[in-house]
C-alpha cells in the first residue's frame, strides 16, 4: 500500500457494489413473519432489534421525567410538584436512563447486529444466550417498573445508604431488584461479544485489521465482565440490608454505609466507559467514512479503548472526595483521574487528524459525529476541573457534575447512538430516511443540548446543589434558558422517531453501501441476509481502506 | 461397563468447524466463572474487612459455627470434585453408561453436602443464630458485630448452596440427556464445560471454608 500519497477521493471509490440480494434467499427481515420468529428469534440481527425496541422505550421515560424535572426547575420555589414527586421524578430518570438505556444502548443494538458482521461471523459464539440476556433484561425492566407503579423511588440513581436502606419510604426493594437482573443480561451480552471476538473472527481477520468498533465492544465487554458482577452483590448486600437488616451498610452493627459506596462506584466508574467505549467506536467508523480517508493512527485509538478500560478500575474513588476518605487515597484517585485524559485525548486527536484534509460529506452521521468530539471534549475537560482535589470540594454535588456528565452521557453517548443509527438505518432496514430531516435534527439536538446543559456549568459553579427544587430567585434565569434548551432538544429527538420509523415502509430502497464505507457489514446486502454472508467474507488486509491516507511520521504499519 | 463409543461434538449451523466451538464453550465458561469469582470476591471482602474491624466479636460469633460439619462437607465436595473428574474422563473413553454413574455419584455428593448445610442451618437456628429472623431473639445480643458477621455467613453460604443446587439440577438434567445412547458422540464436550463449573463451585466452598470457619477459630 502506497499510504504517503494523497490520491484523489473519488477516483478510486466503486459505487457500483453489486446488489448481493438479486438471486438469493430473503434477507433477516423477510425470512419469517410470524410474532414467534420474532420473540423466539436466535438471529443477532433481530435481537438487535428487540433491544432496539425496548431501549427506545425506556428512552421515552426517561426523556419525558427529565422533562418534567426541567419543568418543575422553572419556578424557585418548588410549587410545581412536591419534594417528594421531585424526588421520585428525578430517580426515575436516571435509574432508568442509566441501567436501562445507557448502558444496554450501543453494545446491545449496534454491537449486537454488527460485530459478526464486521468479523465476518454468522452469528455470535452463543445465540440463544443472546437471546435469554434479552428475556433476562426484560424481566429486570418488569421490576424496575413494578416499582414505578406502584409508587416510585426516591433515592436518586446511586441507592446511597442510609437513605436507601433505612430512610427512604418508597419502593426501593423491587427497583433494586429490576437492576441486579438488568446487570445478568450486560453479563450476559459482554461474554458473548468476549468469546465471539476471539473465536469467531473470519479467516484473515487478525486482530489488527477488526474494525475500531469491536475494539471498543471488546473493551466494554471486559468491564461488562469484569465490574458487573461487583455491583451485582453490592446490591444483594443492599437488598438484603433494607429486607432482613443484615447490618452490613449499617454503622451500629458494625458495617460502614461507605462500603457501599466503594462497591457501588468500583462498578459505577467503569459502568462510564460502558458508555462511552462504545460511542467512541461508533464514532471511529463514521468519522473516516464521510471524510473518505483512513483512520488516523489506528493501532493507538485500539490500545486507548484497552487503556481506558483499565484506567477506569482505579478512579472510584474520585467521586468520594468529600466523604472522609483519606487524603492520601484522595491524591492517589486524583492523579490516577487526571490519567483518564491521556487515553481520552488520543481518541480526540486522531479522529480530528482523520477529518483533516479529507474529502468531507456533512451527511447526518457525520454531523452527530462532529457534535460529539466537541461535546466530548468539554465534558473531558470539565472532567478534569472535577479529578482536582480543590475544585472539587468547591463544585462537589453541584450542577456541574451534572452539567459535565451530561456532556459525556447525553454529548457523547447519546449523539454517538443517533449518529450511529442513522449511518447503520440503511444496513438494518434496508431503505434510506430522508436526509434533510437528519440534518435539521442533529443541528436542532446540538443546540438544544447545549442551551439545556452550559447553563448548568455555570449554575453549579455559582452553587446551586443538584436534586433539589427549591432554589434561590437569582438562580431562575439560568434554569429558565435550561428549561427551554430542553424542549428544543425534545423536538429533535422527536424528529428521528418519525422519520426513521417513516423510512421502514417509505424509504427510498438502500444500496448495500450507500455512504461509500469500509468494513464488511457493507460487503452484504441491505438488509442483510438471514445468515449474513453468502460467500466467505474476505477480510481486508488494511482495516479502513479509504481513498485518501495521510502520512503517520514514524514507522509504517500494515 | 460398555465400550467405548464414539465421542464427538455436534456442529451447531453458526461454526465454521467443531474446533471453533469447542474453544467457544470453554472460553465461555471459563468468563462467566470470572465474573462468578468476582461476584463471591466482593462478599469475602466485605467478610475480611469486618474481621479486621471488630476481630473480637467475628470471633464469638464463628464459635458457633460448626466447624467439623465445614470440614466434613469440604471433604465431600473435594471427593465430588473427584467423582466429576472421574466422569470427564470417562466421557473422552466414550464409556458412556459408566459416566452417567459417576455423574450420579457426583450429584449424590452435592446433595450430600446441602443435608449437612442444612442440618448445621437448624443447629444454628436451634441456638438461636439467626438474627434476621425478628421472632428469634439472637443469641449474642451484646455484640452488634458478631450479628452482622453471623448475617454475612448466610448471604455467602447461601449463595454457594444457590450455585450448588443450580449445579445439581444441571447435573441431574444432563445424566437424563446421557441415559440415551450417543449422547457422547453428540454432546462430549457438555460434560467438559459443566465439569469447569463444578469444580469452581467446590473451589469457592474451599476459599469460604477457611474465610469464615478456620480463620476465626
Not at chain 1, 461509500?516 to 441491505?526: F, K, P, Q, Y
Not at chain 2, 445412547?181 to 465439569?195: D, K, M, S, T, W
Amino acid at each position: 500500500m502506497t499510504s504517503g500519497t494523497i490520491t484523489d477521493g473519488p477516483a478510486l471509490r466503486d459505487p457500483h457494489t453489486p446488489d448481493s440480494r438479486i438471486g438469493h434467499g430473503p434477507d433477516y427481515l423477510h425470512a419469517e413473519h410470524t410474532l414467534r420468529s420474532w420473540f423466539f428469534t436466535t438471529d443477532h440481527k433481530r435481537i438487535a432489534l428487540l433491544y432496539l425496541a425496548s431501549i427506545t422505550a425506556f428512552f421515552v421515560i426517561g426523556a419525558v421525567t427529565a422533562g418534567l424535572v426541567r419543568l418543575a426547575l422553572v419556578v424557585p420555589d418548588g410549587q410545581v410538584f412536591t419534594n417528594d414527586t421531585y424526588n421520585k421524578l428525578f430517580t426515575i430518570h436516571g435509574v432508568v436512563m442509566v441501567w436501562f438505556f445507557l448502558i444496554p444502548s450501543i453494545p446491545a443494538t449496534f454491537g449486537n447486529f454488527l460485530i459478526p458482521l464486521m468479523i465476518g461471523a454468522r452469528d455470535l459464539a452463543f445465540p440463544k444466550l443472546n437471546l435469554a440476556s434479552w428475556y433476562v433484561f426484560m424481566t429486570g425492566a418488569f421490576f424496575t417498573l413494578v416499582s414505578v407503579v406502584l409508587g416510585g423511588v426516591d433515592t436518586g440513581w446511586t441507592f446511597y445508604t442510609p437513605l436507601s436502606t433505612a430512610f427512604s419510604n418508597t419502593w426501593v426493594v423491587p427497583a433494586l431488584i429490576g437492576v441486579t437482573i438488568v446487570g445478568f443480561s450486560s453479563i450476559l451480552t459482554g461474554l458473548n461479544f468476549v468469546v465471539t471476538i476471539h473465536t469467531m473472527r473470519a479467516p484473515g481477520m487478525t486482530w489488527f485489521r477488526l474494525p475500531i468498533f469491536v475494539w471498543t465492544h471488546y473493551a466494554t465487554s471486559l468491564i461488562f465482565l469484569l465490574a458487573t458482577p461487583v455491583i451485582t452483590v453490592a446490591l444483594v448486600l443492599l437488598i438484603a440490608e433494607r429486607a432482613f437488616h443484615i447490618g452490613v451498610f449499617d454503622p451500629a452493627y458494625g458495617g460502614d454505609p461507605v462500603l457501599f459506596q466503594h462497591l457501588f462506584w468500583f462498578y459505577s466508574h467503569p459502568a462510564v466507559y460502558i458508555m462511552v467505549l462504545p460511542g467512541m467506536g461508533v464514532i471511529s467508523e463514521i468519522v473516516p467514512a464521510f471524510a473518505q480517508k483512513k483512520l488516523f493512527g489506528y493501532r493507538f485509538v485500539a490500545y486507548a479503548a484497552i487503556g481506558l478500560a483499565s484506567v477506569t478500575f482505579f478512579v472510584w474513588g474520585h467521586h468520594m472526595f468529600v466523604n472522609g476518605q483519606s487524603d492520601l487515597a484522595s491524591v492517589a484517585f486524583s492523579v490516577l483521574s487526571f490519567a483518564v485524559a491521556v487515553p481520552s485525548a488520543v481518541k480526540v486527536y486522531n479522529w480530528t487528524a482523520t477529518i483533516h484534509k479529507g474529502s468531507l460529506k456533512l451527511d447526518t452521521p457525520m454531523l452527530y459525529a462532529m457534535g460529539y468530539i466537541g461535546l466530548f471534549v468539554l465534558g473531558g475537560l470539565t472532567g478534569l476541573y472535577l479529578a482536582t482535589l480543590a475544585i472539587n470540594q468547591h463544585v462537589h454535588a453541584t450542577y456541574f457534575v451534572v452539567a459535565h456528565f451530561h456532556y459525556i452521557m447525553v454529548g457523547g453517548t447519546v449523539l454517538a447512538f443517533l449518529g450511529g443509527l442513522h449511518f447503520w438505518w440503511p444496513k438494518f432496514t434496508g431503505r434510506m430516511y430522508i436526509e434533510a430531516w437528519g440534518r435539521i435534527s442533529a443541528v436542532l439536538i446540538f443546540i438544544g443540548f447545549n442551551v439545556t446543559f452550559f447553563p448548568q456549568f455555570i449554575l453549579g459553579y455559582l452553587g446551586m446543589p443538584r436534586r433539589y427544587h427549591v432554589y434561590p430567585a437569582e438562580f431562575q434565569f439560568l434554569n429558565i434558558l435550561s428549561s427551554a434548551g430542553s424542549t428544543i432538544l425534545a423536538v429533535g429527538y422527536i424528529f428521528p422517531m418519525i422519520y426513521l420509523v417513516y423510512a421502514i415502509w417509505f424509504g427510498k430502497r438502500a444500496p448495500a453501501n450507500p455512504w461509500d464505507a469500509r468494513g464488511l457489514e457493507w460487503t452484504v446486502a441491505s438488509p442483510p441476509p438471514a445468515h449474513n454472508f453468502l460467500t466467505e467474507p474476505q477480510a481486508p488486509k488494511v482495516p479502513y481502506d479509504y481513498p485518501i491516507q495521510a502520512r503517520e511520521t514514524g514507522r509504517q504499519h500494515s | 461397563m460398555s465400550g467405548g463409543t464414539s465421542v464427538g461434538v455436534r456442529l451447531a449451523s453458526h461454526f465454521a468447524t467443531v474446533e471453533q466451538q469447542k474453544h467457544a464453550a470453554v472460553l465461555g465458561m471459563w468468563a462467566w466463572l470470572l465474573t462468578e469469582l468476582l461476584l463471591f470476591a466482593g462478599l469475602f471482602l466485605t467478610a475480611l474487612i469486618l474481621r479486621l474491624t471488630h476481630p473480637e466479636a467475628v470471633q464469638a460469633a464463628a464459635r458457633h459455627l460448626k466447624f467439623w460439619i465445614g470440614a466434613v462437607n469440604t471433604v465431600v465436595l473435594i471427593g465430588s470434585s473427584l467423582t466429576m473428574s472421574g466422569a470427564i474422563q470417562l466421557s473422552r473413553l466414550g464409556w458412556q453408561r459408566g459416566m452417567v454413574r459417576f455423574m450420579l455419584a457426583t450429584a449424590a455428593l452435592g446433595t450430600l453436602f446441602l443435608a449437612l448445610k442444612g442440618y448445621e442451618y437448624y443447629a444454628d437456628y436451634h441456638e438461636h443464630m439467626m438474627p434476621f429472623l425478628s421472632d428469634r431473639p439472637y443469641a449474642l445480643t451484646d455484640s452488634p458485630p458478631s450479628r452482622l458477621f453471623v448475617n454475612l455467613y448466610y448471604v455467602a453460604t447461601g449463595l454457594h448452596g444457590l450455585h450448588l443446587l443450580t449445579g445439581i439440577a444441571i447435573l441431574l438434567a444432563m445424566t437424563r440427556q446421557a441415559s440415551r445412547p450417543g449422547f457422547l458422540a453428540a454432546h462430549q464436550n457438555r460434560i467438559e464445560i459443566f465439569g469447569l463449573y463444578w469444580h469452581f463451585i467446590d473451589l469457592i466452598w474451599i476459599v469460604a471454608f477457611p474465610t469464615l470457619y478456620v480463620l476465626n477459630r
